[in-house]
């Protein structure tokens, strides 16, 4: 098992590298193929791909296999990289970053997926503390491995990196992650669903990526994005109450533990925003900290987060309790972000440390234990799109999060996070700057605390030390009702069976 979950963590890290490794690369990537607003496409492109593409994959991993789609995730990902890294053109470049983006999409969701199929759920929490602490490595070391290969090799190998990573973990994959058996569904694969949440989810991206920077929220693209996702999404909930197999299962939907997971996720996420986005801006224009070192200044949190999804797992593992940990987790956010908004006020690259490695013991605590709550808690046929439905609100909450708080930070500032120039700014501007990222502070603190009320809500069903069963459901048998509270109340069943869902009772 140790091989194939080396693989499938190698199947992630692509994903998670490329868009840390390309942020240093934007501006020569500006100087070489377009204006510097066009290459903000680049970004869009990607991060509308994900989210558009995520539960989609998902729910293809349960009806056709997620071995087999992820491995066909990755190799989209790899070619596209490849087109990418020799695009003549801005324009090649930004439809092969949609097209690597809507792979990544299913890289993350199918592997996180793929370690709920492989590991039992009383060990699940330790696993994905390690792919936590890979991702937050990946995440320090994204953007200065970036800086030397834009410096010493030329952009384009911003992209080549990811092909001999992943046909490392193409080849891993292939020989050590088992293939569980599918059953063939009879039930037609929800189309309409599928191209009405492409278009909800799309709209509302765009939305919130464009909304107050490329256009103002009254302007008429705003509107109309805005009445396209409300159109999709009321078509969306109709036609899924309808659906033989929904691409959004409804009754998911309404269990307590997917609900509460997916707005806890959300916004942890959107929270998380407030650090990485608006503390390095901070420090650079606050301490005259380099780029470089207001990356660096991120390693605190970094170093947190490993820790605590390390122990957590641990501890989740020895005891079959997760619920305390996502809690406690949710209160040291909101407490390190009430910390950075007083101490901001009178700059300190140390105690910025202090408070980003705080926020990131807690944020280390949550995100893991919400995925280990969700796989626990549903049946194995519905453990991919349960998976993405997850990975779905995170998305959701990331991009929400960095429009909400960037239009606090713009509304208080009068200057936009992407804005250059800051280091001229006159002692008034600065005090506006820093009254500005306080605001985003005090703000996302409000967020982390809602999440927490939501969070003591979810239901603390003990986690089983049996693994995953391999056998494959009938065909066409429709999903399982709700079990009985005492089913899932004896850790150490005998029962293969994943599934329970005991104490999810409805939201």
């Not at 990811?162 to 973990?169: D, K, T, V, Y």
């Not at 908004?341 to 440390?353: K, L």
């Not at 605001?439 to 996302?444: K, T, W």
Request: hydrophobic residues 50%; charged residues 10%; proline residues 6%.
């Amino acid at each position: 098992m140790g091989v194939a979950f080396g693989a499938i963590v190698l199947a992630m890290l692509p994903a998670v590298l490329d868009q840390t490794i390309l942020t240093t690369a934007l501006p020569t990537i500006a100087t070489d193929l377009g204006r510097l607003a066009d290459v903000s496409w680049v970004v869009t492109a990607y991060v509308a791909g994900a989210a558009v593409a995520t539960p989609l994959w998902g729910k293809l991993g349960d009806r056709i296999g997620r071995k087999r789609m992820l491995e066909l995730a990755l190799a989209i990902f790899l070619t596209a990289s490849a087109v990418c890294g020799a695009a003549p053109d801005i324009t090649m470049l930004i439809v092969s970053r949609a097209v690597q983006g809507t792979a990544a999409g299913g890289l993350m969701t199918l592997a996180m997926a793929a370690v709920g199929d492989i590991v039992s759920p009383r060990e699940r929490g330790r696993y994905q503390g390690y792919i936590a602490a890979a991702f937050a490595l990946a995440t320090v070391v994204g953007p200065l491995v970036g800086g030397l290969l834009v410096e010493h090799a030329g952009w384009r190998w911003v992209f080549y990196v990811n092909l001999p990573l992943g046909l490392l973990a193409l080849a891993g994959l292939h020989r050590s992650l088992p293939s569980a058996e599918i059953a063939a569904d009879p039930r037609p694969f929800d189309r309409s669903g599928a191209v009405l949440l492409a278009g909800a989810t799309a709209g509302l991206t765009l939305a919130c990526v464009w909304g107050g920077d490329r256009y103002g929220w009254g302007s008429p693209e705003i509107l109309g994005l805005i009445a396209a996702t409300l159109l999709c999404s009321g078509g969306l909930v109709v036609g899924e109450r309808r659906a033989a197999d929904p691409i959004v299962p409804v009754h998911l939907l309404g269990t307590r533990v997917v609900a509460v997971a997916s707005a806890g996720l959300f916004l942890s996420t959107a929270a998380l925003f407030a650090i990485t986005v608006f503390v390095p801006l901070f420090l650079q224009t606050t301490t005259a900290a380099t780029p470089t070192q207001a990356g660096l200044l991120l390693v605190p949190m970094m170093l947190g987060v490993t820790l605590s999804t390390t122990l957590s797992g641990r501890v989740t593992a020895r005891t079959g309790r997760y619920k305390p940990f996502p809690i406690a987790g949710l209160g040291l956010m909101s407490a390190a972000l009430v910390l950075l908004a007083i101490v901001s006020g009178d700059p300190s690259r140390t105690r910025t440390a202090i408070g980003v490695g705080v926020f990131g013991v807690g944020f280390g605590m949550v995100t893991q234990m919400l995925v280990v709550a969700v796989q626990n808690t549903v049946d194995r046929r519905e453990l991919g799109i349960a998976t993405a439905t997850t990975s779905f609100f995170r998305g959701l909450g990331a991009t929400a999060g960095a429009a909400g708080l960037g239009a606090v930070f713009a509304t208080r500032s009068g200057l936009t996070a992407g804005e250059t120039g800051l280091r001229g700014l006159s002692a008034a501007a600065r005090g506006d700057l820093i009254g500005a990222v306080q605001a985003v502070f005090l703000v996302a603190a409000p967020l982390a605390l809602l999440g927490l009320v939501i969070v003591a809500r979810l239901p603390d069903v003990p986690l089983r030390r049996s693994p995953p069963q391999a056998g494959p459901p009938q065909a066409g048998t429709p999903p399982r009702a709700s079990s009985p509270p005492q089913a899932d109340r004896r850790p150490q069943a005998a029962s293969a069976e994943p599934h329970s869902e005991a104490g999810t009772g409805r939201a």
